[in-house]
C-alpha cells in the first residue's frame, strides 16, 4: 500500500524523511548533497532522478529533508518507489530507505489539469 498518495499535476505536495543513523539518532545533513529519484513500480521508468533535495533547517530538524515536485514530476497516474541518496562531504554516500520500500501513488484527478 503507498505511503504517500497524491493526485496528479499537485505540486504544492513536497516528500519528506527523516533520516536517522544505525543507532536512531538523526544524520546532521550540513553540507551533505541529497538528491531524491522517483521510478514507477511497473515500468521501472524514473520520473525523477536524483533531482536536487533540501535540507530542512538543521538545528529545528536535524535529519529531515524534502523534494519539491516540478509539474513533468507528477504529470503520469501510477505507483512509485521514491529513493533518497545522501552524499556527505568526506564524498562517501547513503541511501534511504533501507528495508523498507517507500512508495508514492499518484492518482488520477478528476479535470486533469
Known amino acids: 500500500m503507498p505511503a504517500r498518495i497524491i493526485k496528479r499535476h499537485d505540486t504544492k505536495v513536497s516528500p519528506r524523511a527523516r533520516f536517522l543513523d544505525e543507532d536512531g539518532e538523526p544524520i546532521n545533513l550540513v ?3 541529497i538528491t531524491y529519484s522517483l ?3 511497473i515500468t521501472l521508468e524514473l520520473k525523477v532522478n536524483r533531482g536536487s533535495a533540501n535540507p530542512e533547517d538543521q538545528l529545528l530538524h536535524v535529519g529531515q529533508a ?3 515536485f516540478a509539474s513533468v ?3 503520469t497516474v501510477g505507483v512509485y518507489v521514491e529513493q533518497w541518496e ?3 562531504p568526506s564524498t ?3 541511501t534511504f530507505p533501507v528495508g523498507v520500500v517507500q512508495y508514492v501513488e499518484i492518482e488520477e ?3 486533469n489539469v
Open 31 to 33: 553540507g551533505c548533497t
Open 66 to 68: 524534502f523534494y519539491q
Open 39 to 41: 521510478r514507477n513500480a
Open 73 to 75: 514530476d507528477v504529470d
Open 92 to 94: 562517501y554516500k547513503e
Open 109 to 111: 484527478d478528476i479535470d
Open 86 to 88: 545522501i552524499v556527505y
